[in-house]
C-alpha cells in the first residue's frame, strides 16, 4: 500500500471515530436529562443546547424555538454528514426519534441511501448556513452547501434544505414531517410569492 493512501485512509478513519464518539456523546446526554425529567414535575426546564449559543427550554410537551432550531442543526448534520462507514450508525440512532407517522418511510428511505453510500462508496457533508423557524406552520428550515464525493475524486457541490417538523412527548423530541431537497427553504411565504407570481403569469395570458 501507498504511504499517502495509507494516511489518507488513517485520516478518514480517525474522522469517523471522532464524529461517531460525538453522536454517542450526545445521545448519552440526551438519555440522562430524560431520565432526571421524567422523575420531576412538568415544569419548563432551561437548558443550553449545543449546537446554539442561547439558551433554549423544554417542557413535557412543548419546546422554545431556540430548542427546535438546535435540533432541527442536530439532525441535518447527522444526516448530511455520511460515509460507507457511519451510514448504518446513524440509521440505527436515528430511529428511536422518529415519529410513528413517518418511521417506516424514513427508514426505508435511509436503507436505501445506505446501499448506494457502501457500494458506490460515496462520501456525503453538509454545512449548514442559516436557520429558519416557521411560526404559521412549526417547520424548522436547515440550509447549507452539501458536497457529495466519490472514490475516484469527483465532487459534487449543491445548496440543499432539510426541512423538519418536531413534537414533544415526556421531554424527548419527536421528528414528525421530514423532507430534503436541492435549493433554498420552501417556506409558507415563497409558496404564497410563487402562488402569486403563477396567478399573475396566468392572469397575462387570459388577457
Known amino acids: 500500500m501507498k504511504v499517502n493512501q495509507f494516511k489518507k485512509s488513517l485520516t478518514q478513519t480517525n474522522g469517523e471515530r471522532k464524529f461517531l464518539g460525538g453522536v454517542v456523546g ?7 436529562i430524560l431520565a432526571y425529567l421524567l422523575t420531576a414535575d412538568d ?29 432541527a442543526l442536530f439532525f441535518s448534520e447527522l444526516l448530511g454528514n455520511v460515509t460507507p462507514a457511519t451510514v448504518g450508525f446513524i440509521k440505527e440512532r436515528i430511529d428511536p426519534l422518529l415519529g410513528a407517522n413517518i418511521r417506516q418511510k424514513v427508514v426505508n428511505t435511509l436503507a436505501d441511501q445506505a446501499e448506494t453510500i457502501k457500494t458506490e462508496q460515496v462520501v456525503i457533508t453538509f ?9 404559521p406552520t412549526g417547520k424548522v428550515f436547515v440550509t447549507g452547501r452539501s458536497k457529495t464525493e ?7 457541490e449543491e445548496q440543499r434544505t432539510f426541512e423538519f417538523e ?3 412527548a ?13 435549493g433554498k427553504a420552501i417556506t409558507q411565504e415563497l409558496i404564497e410569492q410563487r402562488a402569486k407570481l403563477q396567478k399573475a403569469s396566468e392572469e397575462r395570458e387570459q388577457s
Open 43 to 71: 415544569s419548563k426546564v432551561i437548558i443550553q443546547p449545543y449546537t446554539l449559543s442561547e439558551e433554549a427550554w423544554i417542557t413535557q410537551e412543548k419546546a422554545s424555538v431556540e430548542y427546535q432550531e438546535s435540533m
Open 127 to 135: 454545512n449548514p448556513r442559516s436557520i429558519i423557524y416557521e411560526k
Open 26 to 32: 450526545i445521545l448519552a446526554v440526551a438519555v440522562l
Open 166 to 168: 418536531f413534537q414533544i
Open 150 to 156: 466519490g472514490p475516484s475524486g469527483a465532487v459534487r
Open 170 to 182: 415526556n421531554y424527548l423530541p419527536r421528528l414528525t414531517a421530514l423532507d430534503n431537497y436541492e
